[in-house]
């Protein structure tokens, strides 16, 4: 059996709302990381607490995967602040 040498990060982001750590979730997942890049990317949302974690085979892609996903994360809490609250996930329809 062969032993598993990559390395890992865990990142914890909570929100101030489950709302705010859902829309960060919906933004953050859909982005896949490159195959040829071998990185894993785990994305798990529990009420206002975003995990996500991150295994690659070298320091070098780990690294990268880590200042994309971070780039990302302050992307998505800046517009975030920009537009303010954000509405209930209930929407009326006419």
């Known amino acids: 059996m062969a032993e598993d040498k990559s390395l890992n990060a865990k990142i914890i982001v909570p929100f101030p709302s489950n709302r705010e750590a859902d829309i960060a979730y919906q933004a953050l997942r859909v982005d896949a990381e490159p195959k040829r890049s071998e990185v894993k990317k785990d994305i798990v949302l529990e009420s206002n607490v975003l995990t996500i974690n991150l295994s690659a085979p070298e320091a070098r892609r780990l690294r990268v995967a880590l200042t994309s996903i971070m780039e990302s ?7 975030m602040d920009q537009f303010g609250p954000p ?3 209930e929407y009326s329809h006419y």
């Open 73 to 79: 994360l302050v992307l998505v809490t800046e517009t």
């Open 87 to 89: 509405a209930s996930q």
